[in-house]
């Protein structure tokens, strides 16, 4: 079956526009994550879904970030006014969810996003 | 409290060698402790987990030493091939909540 995918899998935009990250993660999971890469650093988290609602948004760095998930499954990120340190790649994973611990967060491919 | 502590940052060994990497968390409620695998320009992949009523688990080659009184995991790669080569990130959460990752280890193996 198909894996976690995301789009586009780069993005280069001038800094102030904003952008909008997709993900779609795989038939079935309910719970989606959202973490982010800065070159050469580890994984930063940013938000969590289980279903549509969003119990832990606490990762988010500022206000011109936000994401939803529509219908329990795709998901944007969205941000905002982009800057220069919002470069980074953006990783989406998927689990089956539902609270239960053990439950194998699995990764797409990441968005690279560039702002000049 | 949220944060995993990882060592070393870079790691290099020779091919047939053993590669350990070291994790410390300090946050109690954490109980689900996976290692991901991320090849360059690729999304981290689960290599293997272990919860925290268990000691040990070995898959293959790569081993997971839990010891829950000390807050520490570490993985062991038995006969470290090349194409281990590859950054490595411990990673612990509480009830399927988010991750929290180590700061990676970057892992060399040498022919």
């Known amino acids: 079956g198909a894996g976690v995918s995301q789009s586009p899998s780069n993005k280069v935009t001038e800094k102030g526009k904003d952008v909008e990250l997709r993900c779609d993660p795989i038939?079935?999971?309910?719970?989606l994550y959202w973490y982010r890469q800065s070159l050469g650093q580890g994984l930063e988290f940013l938000i969590y879904?289980?279903?549509?609602?969003?119990?832990?948004k606490s990762g988010l760095p500022s206000d011109r970030f936000s994401a939803e998930r529509t219908g329990g499954s795709v998901s944007t990120l969205t941000i905002q006014r982009t800057q220069q340190e919002d470069s980074a790649v953006y990783l989406c994973?998927?689990?089956?969810?539902?609270?239960?611990?053990?439950?194998?967060?699995?990764f797409g491919p990441g968005t690279r996003l560039t702002v000049l | 409290q949220q944060q995993v502590k990882q060592s070393p940052q870079s790691l290099i060994v020779q091919k047939g060698g053993i590669s350990i990497i070291n994790c410390a968390y300090e946050?109690?409620?954490?109980?689900?402790f996976p290692w991901y695998q991320q090849f360059p320009g690729k999304g981290p992949a689960l290599l293997i987990a272990?919860?925290?009523?268990?000691s040990e688990k070995k898959e293959g080659r790569f081993t997971i030493s839990f010891n829950k009184s000390a807050k520490q995991f570490s993985l062991h790669i038995m006969d470290s091939q090349p194409g281990d080569s590859a950054t490595y990130f411990c990673?612990?959460?509480?009830?399927?909540?988010?991750?929290?990752f180590g700061e990676g280890t970057q892992l060399t193996v040498n022919p």
């Open positions: 990673a612990a959460s509480a009830r399927g909540s988010r991750l929290t």
């Open positions: 879904f289980q279903g549509n609602s969003a119990p832990d």
């Open positions: 038939s079935g999971h309910t719970a």
């Open positions: 272990i919860r925290p009523d268990v």
């Open positions: 994973a998927s689990s089956l969810g539902g609270g239960v611990s053990y439950n194998e967060q699995f």
């Open positions: 946050n109690t409620a954490f109980d689900y």
